[in-house]
């Protein structure tokens, strides 16, 4: 690289503060936000000339999807395959050798998710129910939202029939 004389292009802000400054480079844009507001000026030939579009977080038209997904590409191309694995947990970590250590620990592993299901099913229990339209807060109607999902021998029979109907049609 080679330093600069001069600079590249001069802008008058006639007694305007200075504040923030952002530039876009495959754009050719510069945004100045002084005391008056914000300016945003052209600079010509200031952007990369030869854009590559397949270079890695180059492409200015990448949406944050594509962006997430060229970051993770990078970084497992970086990792050997065998290091890829299904547990994260199994990364920087050591195999128990031993049989019954390893089963505890799975135990404890399956304690710890039914604990933690049994705190979401008290937490759904627990969960107020939402304001609803007129009419539709009644006891009567939040009675029957809550027995409609309880299957009994009627229930069996009308949904067997019905199968029968659609059998056939």
Request: proline content about 4%; some cysteine; aromatic content about 2%.
């Amino acid at each position: 690289r080679v330093k600069m004389k001069e600079p590249y292009m001069k802008h008058q802000l006639s007694g305007k503060g200075a504040e923030s400054l952002r530039f876009r480079p495959f754009e050719d844009v510069c945004g100045i936000g002084h005391t008056m507001g914000i300016s945003s000026i052209v600079i010509p030939g200031s952007g990369e000339p030869n854009l590559d579009s397949m270079e890695h977080f180059t492409n200015p038209y990448m949406d944050n999807k594509q962006r997430r997904e060229a970051e993770v590409r990078s970084l497992l191309e970086k990792l050997s395959p065998d290091m890829i694995v299904l547990d994260p947990d199994a990364i920087g970590s050591v195999e128990e050798s031993n049989l019954i250590q390893r089963r505890q620990r799975m135990r404890d592993v399956a304690e710890e998710a039914d604990a933690r299901k049994a705190e979401e099913m008290e937490a759904l229990k627990n969960k107020k129910e939402k304001k609803r339209m007129r009419g539709r807060s009644k006891i009567a109607k939040k009675l029957a939202r809550k027995h409609k999902n309880i299957i009994d021998d009627n229930m069996l029979k009308l949904k067997e029939l019905r199968e029968k109907e659609k059998a056939e049609r």
